[in-house]
């Protein structure tokens, strides 16, 4: 309850001293012209005085005219109000310092009328006039300058010098001491007047000199912060907008787009084919000039309303506005292809690169900058996928194939995780006997709800993605594990041998050999019946490390047998001075056996070739009897095809070899 009573008389004293406050400024609010807020506060500091003189003069006026003989000063005091209410009313205006001096004029005039006037020379009423005329250099040296100040100092002495000439009743001796006095306080009030003066005018030299400061670090500020901006939103090597300016930009064409139907846009993303061999050969600095000459060249092809911008690498991507249809995209992509395909000077290096184009024209299914641009990016890969320097214009149909793809990629993570690979196998043949002495292990992958997937469909993608290397190693675990197991359920001599293919991001790995070796302790398989099938182009490397891993191979005992022989590099050189054991020839050789002369003689020199270079031959993709006869012919060690058997499942696969006349062969 005590608190609830302290808390009422809180408000209550709140509430009147916020009413007292108002009651009391409102008479001294400056007038609304005067905005500046230092001209509001001399104004206020002014019409205080002033009305505070006013209402004292008042008091004075009513003790004068009712309780005092001397009705003389009652009379000047009135007039005098009089003036002090017209300067009050004159110092809520801009003319406030008219105000000020006219109220120090009528102050100094008051003490001189009452004694002239009255005709009371009395040392009381010399005191009075004394009191008077330090009050007014008092108040001149508050609301005026020095020099007023000093005025009134003069007019009150030469008041007190020439009053005994106009009074007689009043002589130079009465006014010594008041003389002396009036003269001691105005010297003081002048010196105290000079120095506040000069304080004020050192600290607003100091506030100048801060002013000045503050405004050079403002303008620093702004330049830096227009700098961070600039930097945040452009390329740093090639100045132009980045990313982000970009997306902006687009933002805005999307919007305008939507505001107007007539308005088209296109983009275009570019991406510079051969830059890394640039990069990698002549080094990072040279690189870098070629960003730079490339956006430079790029900028001249386009209009001022257009947009380049470099979003990372070796990538570009352009925005035209307020084009007229498809053609005007076409045409400035040709002309940057044309004038990027014209040679680079780099620091005397000459370079010549390509660009490929993904088209994107704009059109009101797209909402979002990120579409346009995905699908750009799409449409440049396509052209990249058709060769260099060319440019692609984006369909729905590149979004589907990029969306099957991804789906693809995630599916096969998820086949590693979930063992749904498995290994198929396609018996070789030996042609004198008709025997199988081995088998090709093939992967399958057995999709949960597609069904059986060939491999041409998902290792392109598991090659790029470098699943291939998990795959590619369980591949050769289980096609080991089973051969091994066909080794004890069906002995011959020689044994059984499986087949595997590697690919070049296998053959990539630096630790290949090692696990290849310990893949072959787990299943206490010998490396001599394990033979690893390789491209020609994995074989020809100048490097040496594709020595160096065939000679590791050639350690374990493995053989090394070239795979589709015939549709690569075929460099001749090459064969007789690395570790290969067999030829495989591709099947597209063989299909054509008996079609012409020609076509034969192809396939009898590569036998001959690798039977002088001590090589076996294999011959895949036998599908006829006729060709088999013309391998017969040219002496064909071991075949494989679909003659005999397609790639089959290993309970098949056992199946084939339970077959009396599939027996693996015997000497």
């Known amino acids: 309850m005590i608190k609830n009573l302290f808390a009422h008389i809180h408000t209550a004293y709140t509430h009147i001293s916020r009413v007292l406050s108002e009651f009391w400024l409102k008479p001294v609010t400056p007038a609304a012209g005067i905005t500046v807020p230092s001209e509001r506060r001399q104004v206020k500091l002014i019409s205080t005085m002033l009305l505070v003189i006013a209402i004292a003069m008042t008091s004075g006026v009513v003790f004068m005219g009712f309780f005092s003989s001397n009705k003389v000063v009652g009379y000047v005091l009135a007039g005098a109000q009089v003036g002090m209410v017209a300067a009050y009313f004159v110092s809520r205006t801009r003319h406030y310092n008219l105000a000020a001096l006219l109220a120090l004029l009528i102050l100094s005039i008051i003490p001189i009328l009452n004694i002239t006037l009255s005709r009371d020379h009395s040392a009381h009423a010399l005191l009075i006039l004394l009191i008077w005329n330090t009050l007014t250099i008092l108040l001149s040296s508050t609301i005026t300058t020095l020099r007023y100040t000093l005025i009134f100092i003069i ?18 001796a009465n006014m010594t001491l008041p003389l002396i006095f009036n003269t001691v306080i105005s010297l003081t009030i002048l010196i105290f007047t000079r120095h506040r003066n000069l304080m004020e005018k050192d600290r607003t030299l100091e506030l100048s000199r801060i002013n000045e400061q503050l405004k050079v670090e403002l303008s620093e500020r702004k330049k830096a912060e227009k700098q961070l901006t600039h930097t945040a939103l452009h390329d740093s090597l090639t100045n132009l907008p980045n990313r982000i300016l970009f997306m902006d930009r687009l933002s805005q064409t999307l919007e305008r787009a939507k505001r107007h ?3 088209k846009y296109a983009v275009l993303f570019l991406d510079l084919d051969r830059f890394k061999v640039v990069n990698d050969s002549l080094g990072h600095k040279i690189g870098d000039r070629l960003l730079i000459e490339s956006a430079r060249r790029l900028s001249t092809c386009l209009r001022g309303e257009d947009t380049v911008a470099r979003f990372g690498g070796d990538e570009f991507v352009i925005l035209l506005e307020d084009i007229l249809d ?8 040709e002309r940057i292809q044309n004038e990027m395909s014209i040679p680079f000077d780099l620091d005397g290096y000459k370079a010549i690169i390509f660009v490929s184009t993904g088209i994107v024209i704009g059109n009101p299914s797209y909402h979002q900058p990120d579409d346009i641009v995905r699908d750009a990016d799409i449409a440049m890969y396509r052209s990249k996928g058709k060769g260099l320097g060319r440019y692609e ?3 729905s149909s590149m979004l589907d194939h990029v969306m099957t793809r991804l789906e693809l990629e995630t599916d096969l993570r998820k086949a590693l995780n979930f063992q749904e690979f498995i290994v198929h196998y396609q018996p070789i043949l030996e042609m004198k006997t008709q025997r199988i002495i081995g088998f090709e292990a ?10 059986l997937i060939m491999p041409a469909e998902f290792i392109s993608v598991a090659e790029e993605t470098g699943l291939i290397v998990p795959i590619g190693y369980w591949v050769l675990d289980e096609a080991c594990r089973q051969i091994h197991t066909w080794q004890a359920q069906f002995p011959a001599s020689p044994p059984l041998s499986i087949n595997v293919n590697l690919s070049p991001r296998q053959c990539a790995q630096p630790d290949l050999v090692w696990n290849i070796s310990k893949i072959l302790k787990k299943n206490e398989l010998d490396g001599r019946h394990l033979k690893l099938e390789l491209t020609e182009s994995l074989i020809i490397d100048e490097s040496g490390s594709a020595k160096t891993m065939l000679a590791g191979l050639r350690d374990l005992g493995i053989q090394v047998q070239i795979d589709d022989f015939g549709t690569g590099y075929s460099s001749l050189s090459y064969l007789h001075t690395l570790p290969i054991d067999t030829l495989k020839i591709d099947r597209s050789f063989i299909s054509r056996l008996g079609t012409s002369a020609n076509n034969t003689e192809i396939v009898q020199t590569m036998f001959s070739l690798a039977h002088n270079l001590g090589m076996k031959v294999i011959a895949e993709g036998v599908e006829t009897n006729e060709q088999l006869s013309s391998l017969q012919t040219m002496q064909c060690d071991f075949v494989q095809g679909f003659l005999f058997a397609k790639p089959v499942n290993s309970l098949e696969a056992g199946a084939l070899l339970n077959k009396p006349h599939a027996q693996p062969g015997s000497e």
């Open 326 to 333: 498809t053609s005007d995209a076409i045409r400035i992509a």
């Open 155 to 172: 007019i009150n002495i030469l008041t007190l010098l020439l009053i005994p000439l106009f009074v007689t009743s009043v002589t130079y």
């Open 442 to 451: 093939l992967v399958r992958w057995q999709h949960p709800t597609k069904g």
């Open 261 to 263: 139907e007539d308005f």
């Open 393 to 395: 214009i984006f369909d």
